[in-house]
T-cell receptor
């Protein structure tokens, strides 16, 4: 069965610092991976997705993620944090067993950005 | 282009009651999925509807049921509410629902069970 683990339920960075949010997946087949962001009292917004094309995926708002098969990782990065990046971030994998796009989510990482 | 919409925004019910949540998919989308997000957790898949049929279901009891209408909108029904059903219920839509399809989420309905 596929699963996702997000290391660190809370991450705090200074404005302008590097953002690194960690995601490891478990899958017996090449996975399809997604990062979503959730702002307070809102739904989920897609940041980026990996579907077996380029291993470095660029998303919205300056975020990018690199698929590393050898490490079973799909970490999310942003070179310079902005106050508006404060939100909850979810890594998800598409459940291939069912044949459809059911998503399996990690527990989330709450990002705080301080001045 | 309207995104995914959900109603109501908030709902308060008491144990044992029944509730219906509604979702309109993004324009051009025909597949609707429902997720439950408990406080402090990631969303969990409830079920997915396509062509008015439930075609995939997560690990939720039969108290959770749904429906999809010919215009692709969908309802989530929960019977015999429990305190543990308190959560944010998210609707997501996509086109066809194949594994690489992106799911677009609505703002959610916050259900509180007292």
């Amino acid at each position: 069965a596929q699963s996702v683990t997000q290391l660190g339920s809370h991450v705090s960075v200074s404005e302008g610092a590097l953002v690194l949010l960690r995601c490891n997946y478990s899958s017996s087949v090449p996975p399809y991976l997604f990062w979503y962001v959730q702002y307070p009292n809102q739904g989920l917004q897609l940041l980026l997705k990996y579907t077996s094309a380029a291993t470095l995926v660029k998303g919205i708002n300056g975020f990018e993620a690199e698929f590393k098969k050898s490490e079973t990782s799909f970490h999310l990065t942003k070179p310079s944090a902005h106050m508006s990046d404060a939100a909850e971030y979810f890594c998800a994998v598409s459940d291939l067993a069912g044949g459809y796009n059911k998503l399996i989510f990690g527990a989330g990482t709450r990002l705080a950005v301080h001045p | 282009d309207a995104g995914v919409t959900q109603s109501p925004t908030h709902l308060i019910k008491t144990r044992g009651q029944q509730v219906t949540l509604r979702c309109s998919p993004k324009s051009g989308h025909d597949t609707v999925s429902w997720y439950q997000q408990a406080l402090g957790q990631g969303p969990q898949f409830i079920f997915q509807y396509y062509e008015e049929e439930e075609r995939q279901r997560g690990n939720f009891p039969d108290r959770f049921s749904g429906h999809q209408f010919p215009n692709y909108s969908s309802e989530l029904n929960v019977n015999a509410l429990l305190l543990g059903d308190s959560a944010l219920y998210l609707c997501a839509s996509s086109s066809g629902g194949v594994v690489t399809d992106t799911q677009y989420f609505g703002p959610g309905t916050r259900l509180t069970v007292l």
